[in-house]
């Protein structure tokens, strides 16, 4: 299988590394192999070789200029994106660039031109899925490709696979989640006592929040995920215009507090169902399977009718987690096409 | 896709009633459609139709004697499980029937005598992949059949499709988890301040502990699937006579207490890892994802490279919940054999 990383920031080096060190194991286990066989950046230049790039040499560029990767017969280095999507032999085009939430731009366009050029489409970035996902499904359909996005919701934590896979055959009621670890980590120090700017502050410090945390703690990164939710469960195309979304910064120690001595702990929750979707912070019983998610951890809970409740756990972040949520969906698009 | 039940108890009927309610469903959102052709019980007779049975029809019977089962045109009555199995137009086995954890039987030879005749093999029942699960999954890749046995950890909750399908390429150093209800459900109420003599009546009334409950709060239940785990993740055959097996019935409030004094709880953990396996009483930080799993609820944690922990709680019991199991599996061999 060959593919094509257009962008190679961190989310691409996580995946470079899981594939370059599980190669032999995935030959051995699941009779996969895969070559890249491009790479493209905004601005550190673009890979090509129809028969593979050295994952070992890719990764030693280190997320610098790809100029750094050596010369060898029959590279190309001077395809744009739009050329490597269209023109190459890739069989799946993973769309990692950064793209923002409000237009969903440039990664629609890519996703666009690569099911149109017949290719599967795997994707890291949530721009596409949350505004765009009836439409790009449609065509994905239309043209008997691949469309999976499981990077988008809890990095490599398999919610999408749990509710679209393994489920199957259940009606799912309603999902509901922690899915942004910077809120989580910072309500669990202030259930430890922290005041919330200083919470905030050791979360900067960790890495876990931006340096402008707006989009995470005033629930819009949440949210983002709420609409990919309601459109790969449920069908349902929602906008931010349509929810309900809240942060977490309005809460108090003494509100946290209220919340303890009633055996109950704030989470942010989002949530999406066949009718919508918000993000809130909610009081849990602590005998809540979502109250007990600590850190930066995230947490999904179906809802079903066959089996109740259904809880996953994990990562919902990281280099490694990311990188091997897209290769866990190149994994899946082995079975279907194989 | 032509469906035989060996066993028609609880497991069988929760599948049945699966099976009906969700028929068009299924057919419309997996172009999956099944008939039951043939139920066979140790007392209480046998049907087989090579067009299928009336699911209705089937459930009505209740558990009943199947004589209850309306003649019909074609319908047979006479033939012994083995016959059904070896000559019936069934693509599937589902073997329910009891089986007892020291042997195995019948239910291995049942087993061994579908894959002979290159049927699929789908087991809600525990003796077989508990004991023999090395000789059975060789003999299945053999005859290029399948071997799924989802409702034998967890019921339905989908432990060994996250742990084999979902996680894939990941490598998992261990599996622990809280794979009995019964014993879950008593250290629940002992934390709550109850003896355990009151807390295990209490788990009888409710149904969850049988009226001998020794292969739970013993151990022996949770080791059964400690069996199944380390033959299924990590290829390794043990016995019971390899494992470390403590139950809960030593625990006395004092222990409870002074664990929940350092911030932490006992929970009944069976552990799978490649070198072996354990069940025994475990404190657990309160922080830990288990230790939040209360009452009847099962949980499962996956330690791997790529991702990390992640953890999965469900039912892990149920009359549909593992009827769903079977119907999980059903929809696997769809996938694999379309």
């Not at 590394?17 to 190669?23: G, V, Y």
């Not at 032999?89 to 690569?114: F, R």
């Not at 449920?234 to 209220?258: R, S, W, Y």
């Amino acid at each position: 299988m060959n593919i094509a990383l257009i962008g190679f920031g961190v989310v691409g080096q996580g995946f470079v590394e899981a594939l370059h060190k599980k190669s032999m194991q995935l030959q051995d286990e699941h009779s996969f192999s895969a070559q890249v066989v491009a790479v493209t950046t905004r601005s550190r230049g673009a890979l090509y070789h129809p028969d593979g790039l050295d994952l070992q040499a890719l990764l030693e560029t280190g997320g610098g200029p790809l100029a750094d990767y050596p010369d060898t017969d029959g590279l190309q280095r001077d395809l744009s994106t739009m050329q490597i999507i269209t023109e190459s032999n890739a069989h799946v085009i993973v769309e990692l660039a950064y793209s923002n939430l409000e237009t969903g731009q440039p990664a629609i366009d890519h996703v666009k031109a690569a099911f149109n050029a017949s290719k599967h489409v795997v994707l890291a970035n949530k721009g596409p899925v949350a505004l765009a996902f009836a439409e790009l499904n449609a065509l994905a359909a239309e043209k008997g490709v691949q469309f999976l996005y499981e990077a988008t919701v809890m990095a490599g934590t398999p919610s999408l696979q749990l509710a679209q896979q393994a489920m199957r055959g259940t009606t799912i009621f309603s999902v509901r989640g922690i899915l942004n670890g910077t809120t989580n980590y910072i309500l669990t120090r202030m259930e430890a006592g922290m005041p919330y700017a200083a919470a905030l502050a050791e979360s900067q410090e960790k890495g876990y929040a931006e340096a402008d945390p707006t989009a995470d703690v005033d629930g819009w990164d949440a949210a983002g995920k709420v609409l990919i939710l309601a459109g790969a469960l449920f069908g349902k195309t929602l906008t931010f215009d349509d929810m309900d979304v809240q942060g977490i910064a309005h809460l108090m120690p003494e509100d946290i507090e209220t919340a303890a001595a009633a055996g109950e702990r704030y989470k942010l929750i989002a949530e999406a169902t066949p009718d919508g979707g918000s993000v809130k912070p909610v009081r849990l019983p602590v005998s809540n399977p979502l109250a007990g998610v600590g850190g930066a951890t995230n947490a999904i809970t179906l809802s079903t009718d066959l089996m109740g409740d259904v809880t996953l756990i994990g990562a919902g972040a990281g280099k490694l987690e990311t990188g091997f949520a897209i290769l866990s969906d190149i994994l899946l698009i082995h079975d279907r096409t194989k």
